[in-house]
């Protein structure tokens, strides 16, 4: 059974053996989670990431699914990149974020990975409703069948830990 944890923080200060990135789908940075990926694990990932918009995601990556590549200088062996959908308030799309989930899982299982950092997949720039995106992240983590032994939700601020902690216990 996969051990969930929380840490408040940085998700680049992370020693696992992959870190999950918030990417767009063009995977070759932006802001928030993915920018701070970007600039910490430096040019190894971008190059990583234009790879494989010039193989197989030329149009870029679908939201809800997810690749690895290098984690470059950070202290992982891999950022699994995965696009969460935009939220809308007309049309459900929490499928989509929990596939986030579920195939960063399947990726990370790919790998060999046994611990993996997550951010909060949508919540920021995206729009998600933090409490309805941490439901989403732990009932999928929770529900997924993985070998990886520890999930870490890693929350940069208290309002998004106090949201994880309230579905979590």
């Not at 999930?151 to 309002?159: G, I, K, S, W, Y």
Request: negative net charge; charged residues 20%; contains cysteine.
């Amino acid at each position: 059974m996969t051990t969930i944890t929380l840490v408040q923080g940085d998700i680049t200060d992370q020693s696992v053996d992959a870190i999950v990135n918030a990417a767009n789908s063009s995977l070759l940075g932006g802001g928030g989670v993915d920018g701070a990926i970007h600039r910490r694990g430096g040019p190894a990932v971008l190059q990583d990431c234009r790879r494989l918009r010039a193989s197989h995601y030329g149009k870029g990556l679908p939201t809800g699914q997810a690749v690895a590549t290098t984690a470059g200088e950070l202290d992982a062996s891999w950022v699994i990149h995965t696009v969460g959908p935009v939220y809308s308030a007309t049309e459900d799309r929490s499928a989509l974020l929990a596939s986030c989930y579920r195939e960063s899982l399947r990726v990370a299982d790919e790998l060999g990975a046994r611990t993996v950092a997550f951010p909060a997949v949508s919540a920021g720039i995206y729009g998600w409703p933090l409490d309805d995106a941490a439901r989403i992240a732990v009932e999928t983590v929770r529900s997924t069948r993985t070998a990886v032994e520890e999930v870490a939700f890693v929350l940069f601020d208290e309002r998004a830990y106090d949201a994880f902690a309230a579905r979590l216990h």
